[in-house]
């Protein structure tokens, strides 16, 4: 009996690729500016565009530079500059009408004398997944074979962005602020019709001038946020991440009081993912008692984001310093915090680093410190990497003589799930035809553990014939048991 194919067909997003580049951006401070001994510098990045060309995928952000510096009267000044910035990198998969997800980080930088002036050179880390809308086949069903028919869920990714503003004020026992940093992380993020709902916290950290000495003033500051997605309609769990573009910071000194009232702004941009999912009636497998099939099989699988874990963290121990500290160096405050990491298979690893200010022959000096850590993230599934790390405050002492010691607390969030699997039949084809037994009877010898299908397919035998002839089975098999089939004598 020749066989007869019906298909299902359908239009759904899949990532294309996803890619790693960097790029070297430099800003130059001139001597008019007359920069004096710089002891701290704060890079900052943000995302401008992310475009797919044929072959290429052009992204452009912005890069901010703070330095903090002695002035001629020996008081700490700073001073800011930004300059725009394009990279590209080349893909043979890409295509104009894909589009692309961009995630720029300021990986490091470097201080180099410029003449009078200086260079600020930072290397920025771009990670794009980029992403197109194709076609699925699957086949429903097949006439003429004996088919297994499963049913499943197939999910197509549907990704959004947007941004929104946070506000707030504050005291700040402080007369200026030189620099802020911040750094955000997505605590909840759901979908409803029409919009979607982030919340999440802003953990601001503040370099400022008390008394003409440094100090910093750690803050969280939670927010909420609305982002439109027209193509949200059910309520749903998603996964979204966090970029801070720009903070603004406005200081209202009170001198009576001696502290200063904080205006803060952030402009934060978000980008993430929710999936469309569709359930679905398939052939998984297929045979035919009068020919061999030749079968094509697809697979899809993914990893859906069900669940926001959040974890508080205390790290400690002993840090690397560069400069020589002895008991003559006086530590005035840890200023920029920031994290490095790497996905472990129980957690994370990675390392703390801060701006260690400190007084030494009547003279403020800085140094780098960095705190290693490994952090074990119980609960947390293998196939989890949507990880996310920010340091709510860092404290330095000197225990012993040339020591440092380093205590940070981290706040890490990570998008737990579970991984879905299908495999679906795309094509079938007819091959040789099959000899046929003669034999009124066969005894079949099952192998441990083959379920009613496997023993079908074996004996080319509908699974239905099977259980008839054989009530007495109960599958899996142990491979003990005698399997009769009976063939009626045909005229």
């Given at each position: 009996?020749?066989?007869n ?62 330095l ?20 590209f ?32 050179a930072v ?17 429903s069903?097949?006439?003429g ?10 999910y ?17 026992a ?88 904080v205006d ?6 978000f ?43 205390r790290?400690?121990g ?9 008991y003559?160096?006086?530590f ?26 400190y ?38 002492r ?10 940070a ?15 679906y039949?795309?094509e ?41 002839a054989?009530p007495e ?19």
């Amino acid at each position: 009996m020749a066989i007869n194919t019906q298909y299902q067909t359908g239009t759904y997003t899949h990532k294309v690729a996803q890619l790693s580049t960097q790029s070297m951006v430099e800003i130059k401070f001139s001597a008019q500016d007359a920069i004096g001994e710089i002891v701290a510098a704060y890079p900052q990045v943000s995302l401008n565009s992310c475009e797919v060309s044929s072959g290429r995928v052009n992204y452009g952000g912005r890069l901010i530079i703070t330095l903090v510096y002695t002035g001629e009267d020996g008081k700490l000044c700073r001073i800011q500059r930004g300059a725009e910035f394009s990279h590209f990198v080349d893909d043979e998969r890409l295509a104009p009408s894909q589009r692309g997800d961009c995630v720029l980080s300021c990986v490091r930088y470097q201080l180099k004398r410029d003449g009078s002036g200086y260079v600020v050179a930072v290397v920025v880390d771009a990670k794009i997944s980029v992403f197109d809308s194709a076609q699925r086949s699957y086949l429903s069903s097949l006439d003429g074979a004996i088919c297994k028919v499963d049913s499943g869920k197939l999910y197509s990714p549907v990704t959004f962005s947007g941004e929104s503003e946070v506000d707030d004020d504050f005291d700040c026992a402080a007369n200026d602020v030189l620099v802020p940093s911040a750094h955000a992380l997505v605590m909840d993020c759901n979908v409803r019709a029409g919009v979607v709902e982030i919340s999440g916290e802003i953990y601001l950290s503040l370099l400022a001038i008390r008394e003409g000495a440094p100090v910093c003033f750690d803050r969280v500051i939670p927010f909420k946020s609305e982002i439109v997605c027209e193509q949200a309609l059910f309520s749903q769990r998603t996964f979204c991440r966090v970029e801070v573009k720009n903070v603004t910071v406005n200081c209202k000194v009170y001198e009576d009081r001696g502290k200063c009232g904080v205006d803060f702004n952030c402009n934060l941009a978000f980008f993430g993912r929710f999936y469309e999912e569709e359930e679905i009636s398939y052939v998984s497998d297929a045979f035919s008692k009068d020919c061999a099939l030749n079968l094509k099989r697809s697979e899809e699988s993914i990893f859906i984001d069900t669940d926001e874990k959040v974890y508080s963290e205390r790290v400690s121990g002993l840090c690397a310093v560069k400069a020589k500290l002895d008991y003559t160096c006086a530590f005035l405050a840890a200023v920029l915090p920031n994290v490095e990491f790497a996905r472990t298979s129980g957690g994370i690893e990675g390392s703390v680093s801060a701006t260690l200010l400190y007084e030494q022959g009547g003279e403020v000096r800085a140094t780098e410190v960095n705190l290693p850590f490994e952090v074990m993230l119980s609960g947390l599934s293998s196939e989890c990497t949507e990880i996310d790390v920010a340091v709510c405050g860092v404290s330095l002492r000197q225990r012993a003589e040339g020591e440092c010691e380093c205590e940070a607390q981290l706040k890490i969030t990570a998008a737990d799930g579970e991984k879905r699997c299908i495999t679906y039949v795309t094509e079938a084809a007819e091959g040789d035809k099959k000899k046929l037994s003669d034999c009124a009877v066969s005894v079949y010898v099952p192998e441990c553990g083959d379920g009613l299908w496997e023993t079908a397919k074996r004996l080319s035998e509908s699974p239905e014939n099977i259980t008839a002839a054989n009530p007495e089975l109960t599958f899996p098999l142990t491979g003990k048991e005698r399997i009769l089939i009976y063939r009626p004598k045909c005229d």
